[in-house]
């Protein structure tokens, strides 16, 4: 019996414990794609600062950027030329799928939320 009260209060706090930080939403939405001298670029508009990861199908390289608010950033790839992927999530968050080729349906569907952590890319 001891072993399932501890087993309970351990569940309980764990649940707290993420209770503490819930899950936001994506920041896809501030986002504006342009082209800038042949590049392809995105703009953060929202009032706060965005992780952004970017993948290119072409050679699956992932770059990760903080883009701060107003800001611009070039992801170094020629506009239309490429097919990819990207996440954008508060700063200190990541996407709640793992970032790669496997999850690009639902993460070009936007069918991600994000959740508190640091990205690996």
Known sequence: ?????????????????????????????????????????????????????????????????????GAWFNTGRRAGEVEFMFTACPVGYIPSLRFAVENKGPISDSLYNCQPGRPDA
């Open 1 to 69: 019996m001891p072993r399932l009260l501890l087993s309970l209060l351990l569940l309980v706090l764990a649940g707290s414990a993420a209770a503490q930080y819930p899950a936001k939403a994506h920041m896809e939405g501030c986002l504006v794609w342009a082209a800038a001298k042949g590049n392809l670029v995105v703009r953060n508009e929202c009032s706060r600062p965005t992780t952004f990861l970017f993948m290119s199908f072409d050679d699956g390289h992932v770059v990760q950027s903080e883009i701060a608010p």
